[in-house]
């Protein structure tokens, strides 16, 4: 049987992992459009559904066909009891090619977040559930920005930030390894009866060993029974990424799979995960051998 409840206030951890996404909307009120997650240290995760919806929201009616975007991530970080926003602004946009999957590369925009000690994540599994098996998905919803002061040229002057973080559990019924149809979810994804209110999309999933294995990226009601998908997250090893020119490798604009050929990250199942560049194409092929 699924469940829906409120994450437990006092979960420091939980709320170092997820991120509330917030932008301008076309008029330049704040508003927040999604959830997003840690991947790595300055490099998160949310569904390229909700960031395109918001690039379609923040678009002023008569803009130029080149139009600059601020957004930002909004991380609550506790020192003892209490509490401070962490605000992270996103430097770079990363969508895949393969899925409903969108990298986010941040860095500090206020004082707190530039002194930020250590980034937490979950670890990954890439390999796809087992029908039956039970999955808790993550996510905020319900968001209200009201008595935020926001310049419209990108500043922050201050944020009132009330939500509602919210775990729902569930258990995979379906498995999609090439998608489920070629419309609506034509990427590797799972069917899960959890229930997703609308602002979790871009949240996390994880299995019954608290493993990262998906992304939250669709849910309604059918019959009074909860009908989601979650996005597979092996498809995220072909993101290009752009990598520092002057640190060590990888370098330049890679495949985030190059982080495993270095030996800087092992997600479990990664010898699964062949990531191979196409001739006359940039963006490069991901199978999973499984």
């Not at 829906?4 to 932008?23: A, H, I, Q, T």
Request: glycine share 8%; charged share 20%.
């Amino acid at each position: 049987m699924s469940e829906f409840k409120g994450v437990n206030p006092g979960d420091k951890y939980f709320s170092e992992l997820m991120l509330r996404l917030v932008g301008f909307d076309k008029e330049g009120v704040p508003c927040s459009f999604g959830t997003a997650f840690v991947l790595r240290s300055y490099l998160l995760v949310t569904a390229r559904h909700v960031v395109e919806e918001f690039l379609k929201r923040a678009t002023p009616d008569d803009s130029p066909y080149e139009f600059s975007f601020t957004f930002w991530a909004i991380q609550i970080e506790w020192r003892g009891e209490e509490h401070r926003y962490n605000i992270w602004q996103v430097v770079n946009i990363y969508f895949s090619a393969h899925s409903d999957i969108c990298l986010l590369h941040v860095g500090a925009y206020n004082d707190t977040a530039a002194e930020y000690p250590n980034w937490k994540c979950f670890p990954v599994s890439l390999d796809p559930p087992s029908v039956g098996e039970k999955v808790i998905g993550f996510g905020f919803h319900a968001t209200c920005l009201d008595g935020s002061r926001v310049r419209r040229n990108g500043g922050c002057e201050h944020l009132e930030l009330n939500d509602q973080a919210s775990k729902s559990v569930g258990h995979v019924k379906q498995i999609y390894m090439l998608g489920r149809d070629s419309a609506m979810l034509p990427f590797p994804c799972f069917e899960v009866d959890c229930r997703f209110d609308p602002g979790m999309s871009g949240g996390l999933v994880i299995n019954s060993t608290s493993e990262l294995i998906g992304v939250i990226c669709s849910s309604m009601i059918v019959e009074k029974e909860n009908f989601s998908h979650v996005a597979m997250i092996w498809p995220v090893m072909a993101i290009l990424v752009d990598f520092r020119h002057d640190g060590p490798p990888p370098n330049g604009r890679q495949p985030l799979s190059k982080l495993v050929d270095y030996g800087i990250w092992r997600p479990r199942g990664w010898e699964r995960v062949i990531v191979e560049m196409q001739p006359n194409t940039s963006i490069p092929k991901v199978t999973y051998l499984g």
